[in-house]
């Protein structure tokens, strides 16, 4: 077996006290708190404390039976995620549960804040969901908008554990809340769930610049643990990379969570990186073992192109043909869902195994 070694070199990033209290209450601008002076100092003492300790987790129980390491203190929180991840899957895998399709609005555009006016993506979301529902489907919508207009609806980036260790990388993801660190609010911990319970995933997107709006590819870098995720911390005693990459280095099983299930993608764009971006997104969902639903259910078109921004809805109301493509690709998801559940539904290559280095 190939022996690891784990590198270190990066700068420090450790703040002292006066550093991290400016930090700290600098979220407190607002006049409203200059009262509370005095307690606001108390809290940020003792936040400073927290943080000077590396308290990620604060609340932990013993991990139980079912670990590696029963005796491990496991965070509540990722706990409380894995409960609600092991009852999605259950919903899931019920055959007698109503077929389910996650509807994906992959714009940060909102009307309730800066731009003041909805995305075109959340009016195409809305075309798909009165399809999918009339078909009689349940419908979980998840608008990646609220980061950006919703107080504490946060999607934190990946710190990119599996590049160190496939085995390093929790399914799901341990790394957040880092309560010493500020880093709270993690939507995530919502989003996992919705993943696991759906039978189809249909992602609608504008493409921002050549590339995946920020919120959607959070999502994205996020679901990294889902593809081949480590489903027990304890194995690694939490983010100890030397036991992850022990681990990975006697052979990974790299377990699909999330495989099986199908998708549809819809990007649009006003000039160029439409094509690209779909077959971007195609190829994620794909390597993570979903199945597309069929080229009816991948689109790639332009809305106005090369005219204003500040008439782009209107050229979507006239625009009847990819609103009927749009719905278009939401039926063809759901036969696919529905053939799929039935056992008519075999995908191409399903039985093949996966080359592995030697």
């Not at 609005?105 to 009339?134: D, F, Q, Y």
């Not at 377990?255 to 190829?283: C, I, Q, Y």
């Not at 809305?303 to 500040?310: D, E, F, L």
Request: some cysteine; overall charge neutral.
């Amino acid at each position: 077996m190939p022996s690891s070694d784990i590198r270190k070199g990066m700068p420090p990033v450790k703040l002292d006290r006066a550093e991290f209290e400016r930090r700290f209450k600098s979220r407190f601008a607002d006049p409203a708190f200059d009262p509370l002076e005095h307690e606001l100092a108390k809290i940020a003492a003792a936040a400073f404390e927290a943080y000077a300790d590396s308290r990620k987790a604060p609340h932990t129980r013993k991990a139980g039976p079912g670990f590696a390491d029963p005796d491990y203190d496991l965070s509540v929180d990722w706990l409380a995620a894995r409960d609600a991840i092991a009852l999605a899957q259950r919903e899931h895998d019920d055959p007698a549960a109503r077929s389910r399709i996650l509807l994906i609005n992959g714009s940060a555009r909102s009307e309730h804040t800066c731009p003041g006016e909805m995305s075109k993506s959340w009016r195409l979301v809305e075309l798909a969901r009165h399809m999918i529902e009339a078909g009689g489907f349940r419908t979980d919508i998840l608008d990646l908008s609220r980061t950006t207009s919703e107080f504490g609806r946060t999607i934190h980036p990946c710190k990119s554990c599996v590049a160190t260790s496939m085995a390093l990388c929790h399914w799901r993801c341990s790394c957040y809340p880092n309560y010493a660190l500020g880093q709270v609010h993690d939507w995530m911990n919502e989003i996992y769930p919705l993943w696991v319970a759906a039978h189809g995933i249909m992602i609608v997107t504008p493409v921002n610049w050549y590339q995946t709006p920020g919120p959607l590819k959070a999502m994205m870098d996020r679901l990294v643990c889902a593809d081949g995720g480590n489903p027990d911390p304890t194995s690694t005693h939490g983010k100890h990379a030397d036991e992850a990459k022990a681990l990975e280095l006697a052979g990974w099983p790299y377990p699909r969570h999330l495989a099986g299930r199908l998708f549809a993608v819809v990007v649009h764009g006003d000039t160029e990186g439409a094509e690209a971006l779909r077959r971007n997104l195609s190829d994620w969902a794909s390597d993570m073992h979903l199945i597309p639903a069929g080229a009816n259910a991948e689109l790639s078109r332009y809305v106005g192109y090369y005219q204003p921004y500040a008439t782009s809805h209107q050229a979507l109301d006239r625009d009847a043909a990819f609103q009927d493509e749009v719905r278009n690709a939401a039926r063809t998801l759901m036969e696919a869902v529905t053939a799929k559940r039935e056992g008519r539904l075999v995908a191409t290559g399903a039985d093949l195994k996966e080359p592995r280095p030697k």
